[in-house]
């Protein structure tokens, strides 16, 4: 196919790295399924390719996709978030140096930078993303080498003025770094808000069927500062030297998700709106977290830097902890499980589940919190159900 000279986003997820098969005319990419390559005499590589640690061309082609579809140089595909985080964090910065952190990220970020980068001497401290200021009043100049944010946030949907942010951090000499997961590319782009790293867990909206865990870094085509100005080279150097690389079949599905992104992201956003409509209906609902809201504070925002405003919804609810336990336990098509961004409705708890292990914390999240990941069903019966379940 000639690639039309600006092609939309889901040509783009469709096509980006995905021509058809020279030899038989395959549509779908292959899954080579192969950890090694024939060599045509010592050294002679056919298209680089040597021992599917370092390159295998299925996850060639994710990559190559997920960095057109987040207007970045390079991606990157790994075998979690996790290990996508790990890798940026651990081939960029050295013993000594800062990094700024969301109050409310991912636990399982914060748990990464908290338990297993700070013994390694990787310092870190907590600001509050929607407020551009605090993090600001966080830098340590010359020391901080990474500010870190999501938008929106996990659990409770904070938004961060990425434009906002990434000149505060690029004043300080430091990157800027987005966990992209709860907007995937569709909705929101980074890159082109002047961060100059986005990390995904593919296994939430970019995959979008929880079949998979994956995840992914793209490099942005002018990382704003200089001493970083080789991170695209010393993330692949690191991916290839710790190697927790997205497997051929993994990096597959991934793919296949990306395809239907585009139409399985508005129809996720469809389906909040709705649902947040119905709890704003409820007299027992007492705060909604949805970014969507004009009451939400960073609505002005995410509207600016948003295409929509996504597939999660929080709320809080009267009776307490045990009430919200107790109603989330009784949802039949909400499934109750972690995770988010399948085209499955899933429902949780927070405080017990996801963010357990920030109890204690500055990242504790409230206790009556319910988190939504509004999936593509029919709506009439997710609100149905939220209903029999609330009472
Ligand atoms: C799930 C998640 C991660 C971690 O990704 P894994 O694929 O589970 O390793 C990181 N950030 C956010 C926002 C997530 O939701």
């Given at each position: 196919m000639t690639q039309p000279t600006n092609p939309g986003f889901s040509t783009r997820a469709i096509h980006a790295g995905q021509e058809p098969d020279p030899r038989t005319g395959a549509v779908v990419p292959a899954i080579y399924q192969t950890s090694t390559y024939k060599q045509d005499g010592v050294g002679g590589m056919r298209e680089g390719y040597e021992y599917s640690r370092s390159a295998n061309p299925t996850r060639t082609a994710l990559e190559q996709c997920i960095a057109e579809l987040e207007g970045g140089a390079k991606g990157f595909a790994f075998s979690s978030g996790l290990a996508a985080e790990d890798t940026v964090i651990r081939s960029l910065l050295h013993p000594g140096d800062h990094m700024i952190v969301p109050t409310d990220a991912y636990g399982g970020t914060f748990r990464l930078i908290d338990k297993v980068q700070k013994r390694w001497g990787i310092d870190y401290s907590l600001a509050k993303v929607s407020q551009p200021d605090a993090i600001r009043g966080e830098i340590r100049p010359g020391v901080t080498k990474i500010v870190w944010i999501e938008t929106p946030t996990n659990p409770l949907l904070g938004i961060a003025d990425i434009a906002a942010i990434a000149q505060i951090a690029h004043e300080a000499g430091a990157l800027m770094v987005v966990d992209n997961t709860f907007a995937s590319p569709y909705l929101q782009q980074p890159l082109a808000l002047g961060a100059d790293i986005v990390v995904h867990s593919t296994t939430k909206y970019c995959?979008?069927?929880?079949?998979?865990?994956?995840?992914?870094?793209?490099?942005?085509?002018?990382v704003a500062v200089r001493e970083f100005a080789d991170a695209a080279e010393r993330i692949g150097f690191h991916q290839n030297s710790m190697g927790a690389i997205s497997g051929p079949m993994d990096s597959w599905l991934v793919l296949r998700g990306l395809k239907t992104l585009?139409?399985?992201?508005?129809?996720?956003?469809?389906?909040?709106?709705?649902?947040?409509?119905?709890?704003?209906?409820?007299?027992?609902?007492?705060?909604?977290?949805?970014?969507?809201?004009?009451?939400?504070?960073?609505?002005?925002?995410?509207?600016?830097?948003?295409?929509?405003?996504?597939?999660?919804?929080?709320?809080?609810?009267?009776?307490?902890?045990?009430?919200?336990?107790?109603?989330?336990?009784?949802?039949?098509?909400?499934?109750?499980?972690?995770?988010?961004?399948?085209?499955?409705?899933?429902?949780?708890?927070?405080?017990?589940?996801?963010?357990?292990?920030?109890?204690?914390?500055?990242?504790?999240?409230?206790a009556d919190l319910i988190r939504l990941s509004t999936g593509i069903e029919d709506v009439r019966d997710l609100i149905d159900d939220l209903g029999q379940a609330l009472g």
């Open positions: 995959g979008g069927h929880s079949d998979v865990v994956g995840g992914a870094v793209v490099v942005s085509k002018s585009a139409v399985r992201m508005e129809q996720h956003c469809s389906n909040a709106e709705q649902v947040v409509e119905y709890l704003q209906g409820r007299g027992d609902v007492t705060h909604i977290h949805y970014p969507g809201l004009d009451s939400h504070p960073g609505h002005d925002v995410a509207a600016r830097q948003m295409r929509r405003f996504g597939g999660m919804v929080s709320f809080q609810l009267e009776g307490g902890e045990q009430h919200a336990v107790d109603a989330i336990g009784r949802t039949k098509i909400w499934t109750l499980g972690e995770s988010l961004g399948g085209v499955e409705s899933l429902i949780e708890h927070p405080g017990r589940m996801t963010h357990a292990s920030v109890a204690g914390t500055e990242l504790e999240v409230p």
